[in-house]
C-alpha cells in the first residue's frame, strides 16, 4: 500500500509505502492514517475519556479492508490512501466486480467475491462478513459523526472518498448565505435531511415562497440536492 499526507496536489508532506503480509499491512497502513488525523477528547462520565477523530476509524478500516479483499490483483498498482487538508481517498486498482453497480452499494446488496481466498482468511479472524452491509456501516460511522457521506466512485479503478465536514458556518456566509440557509444546513446535518415544512418551523415568521427560494439558493450553490415530487421534496446533501 502507498501511503501519502499531502498539503495539495503537488505538495506531499509525508510519504510510505507499506510491504509485507496483508494483514500486516492493514495494520501499518491504520498507523499511518492515525498519524496524520487530528483527534478530540469528550469527557462523557465515563471512566475513560471518548476519542472522536476526524474521521471514524471503523469505517477508514472497513474501507481498507475491503480495498486489499477486493481489489484487481491482476493489475501491478499499489492501493492508494491519500489524505489531504480537507478529504481522505483510498483508491485500489480494479473496478467493480461484475454484478455489482454504484447505485448497489448505496442499498443492501450481495457480496460479490473476486478474492475469494482473501475473503475467506478475513473472515475467519473477523475482519469481515459474508453479508454485503460494510458500505451502510461505513455511512452510519459517518453520518453518526455528523459528517457527509463517504463517496464511492468508479475512477481509474475505484475508489473511496471520506470528507470533512467543510459547510461551517464562515464558509456557508462566505457564499453569501443569509441566517435561515445557515440554519437550514444545521438543520441537516443534526436530522440528515430538511422539507419544506420543517424550514418553515425553523422559520415562522417568513413566508414559503421565501424559504423555498432559500432552499434552491443552496442547491443552485451545490450543496444540496432535492429528493422527490415537489410536494413531499426533501433536500440532502450532495
Not at 472497513?62 to 493489475?75: G, S
Not at 472518498?161 to 440557509?181: A, C, H, M, P, W
Amino acid at each position: 500500500m502507498h501511503c501519502g499526507r499531502f498539503k495539495d496536489e503537488t505538495i506531499i508532506i509525508d510519504d510510505e509505502l507499506i510491504e509485507g503480509s496483508i494483514i500486516g499491512q492493514i495494520d501499518k497502513t491504520i498507523d499511518f492514517v492515525k498519524k496524520h488525523l487530528k483527534i478530540r477528547f469528550e469527557i462523557t462520565g465515563e471512566a475513560r475519556r471518548k476519542e472522536i477523530w476526524e474521521y471514524p476509524l471503523d469505517a477508514i478500516r472497513e474501507a481498507i479492508i475491503n480495498a486489499v479483499c477486493h481489489r484487481d490483483y491482476t493489475e501491478p498498482s499499489d492501493i492508494q490512501i491519500r489524505i489531504y487538508e480537507d478529504e481522505l481517498i483510498i483508491w485500489s486498482p480494479g473496478e467493480l466486480p461484475l454484478g455489482i453497480t454504484l447505485e448497489d452499494l448505496y442499498k443492501p446488496h450481495k457480496s460479490v467475491l473476486r478474492n475469494k481466498l482473501i475473503a475467506q482468511v478475513f473472515f475467519d479472524i473477523g475482519f469481515i462478513e459474508r453479508w454485503g452491509t460494510g458500505i451502510g456501516r461505513m455511512i452510519s460511522a459517518c453520518k453518526n459523526q455528523n459528517l457527509p457521506e463517504p463517496k464511492f466512485e468508479e475512477y481509474q479503478g475505484f475508489r473511496v472518498i471520506f470528507r470533512k465536514d467543510v459547510y461551517t458556518e464562515e464558509y456557508l456566509r462566505s457564499l453569501g448565505s443569509n441566517e435561515r440557509q445557515i440554519k437550514a444546513v444545521k438543520y441537516i446535518k443534526e436530522k440528515g435531511k430538511i422539507t419544506l415544512r420543517e424550514f418553515r418551523k425553523l422559520c415562522p415568521e417568513f413566508a414559503e415562497r421565501t424559504l423555498r427560494k432559500d432552499l434552491e439558493g443552496i442547491v443552485k450553490l451545490d450543496i444540496l440536492k432535492p429528493i422527490g415530487e415537489k410536494k413531499g421534496r426533501k433536500y440532502v446533501f450532495r
